[in-house]
C-alpha cells in the first residue's frame, strides 16, 4: 500500500491567490441584483399609478354621465385621488369635458379642470367650439359623451428610476375615459 503524502504549503498558495474573489463576485452581483431590484420598484409604481389614473377617469365620467356637474366631478376625482394628489400644484390636472354630437360636428359644450401641471385636453379647450374625439368615442346625433383626462407628473423614487424616466418610462402619464 502506497501512501501518498501532500504538500500542504502548494495548497496554501493556491488559497491566498483566491482570497479576494469572493469579494469582487458579491461586489458584482451587488451591483447586478440592485439595479434589477430598483427597475423592478420603478416600473411597479408607474404601472400602480396608471391603473389608480384609468380607475379614476373611469369613475369620473360615469359621475358627469349621471349629471353631476363638472366641477364637482373634477372636485371629486382630484379629492379621489389620494395615493397621486393630483390636487397638488406640481403632480398632476383632471379635465373634465361634455362633448355634443349634432348632425354636422362634435361640439365642446362645457369643460372643468382642478391640478396644477399645465397641461389641455387632447378633445378641445373652446367651448362651443369643435371637439376631437376617437371614432370608437362618437356619441350618436342628439347625444353627450363626457370625457375626463388625467394627467400626472411621475416621480421615480430610486436612482435608477431616474435614468428610467428619460429612457424607458414616460415623465408624464396619461389616461382618458369616455362616457
Known sequence: MVIKQIDHSQARIICRDDSGQALVEFALSAVLMLTVVFAIIDFSRALHDLQIITNLTGEGSAMASRGITLTDTAAAVVAASSPLNLGASTNGKVIVS???????????????????????????????????????????????????????????????????????????LYDVAYY
Not at 362633448?99 to 362651443?128: E, P
Not at 342628439?142 to 394627467?151: A, L, M, S
Open 98 to 172: 361634455a362633448v355634443y354630437s349634432d348632425t354636422t360636428k362634435l361640439t365642446l359644450t362645457g369643460q372643468a379642470s382642478q391640478g396644477g401641471i399645465t397641461a389641455s385636453s387632447k378633445v378641445g379647450t373652446t367651448i362651443n367650439g369643435t371637439a376631437t374625439l376617437p371614432s370608437n368615442a362618437i356619441p350618436p346625433v342628439g347625444q353627450t359623451v363626457y370625457v375626463t383626462e388625467i394627467y400626472y407628473s411621475y416621480k421615480s423614487i430610486t436612482p435608477l428610476g431616474t435614468i428610467l424616466t428619460n429612457l424607458v418610462l414616460p415623465s408624464q
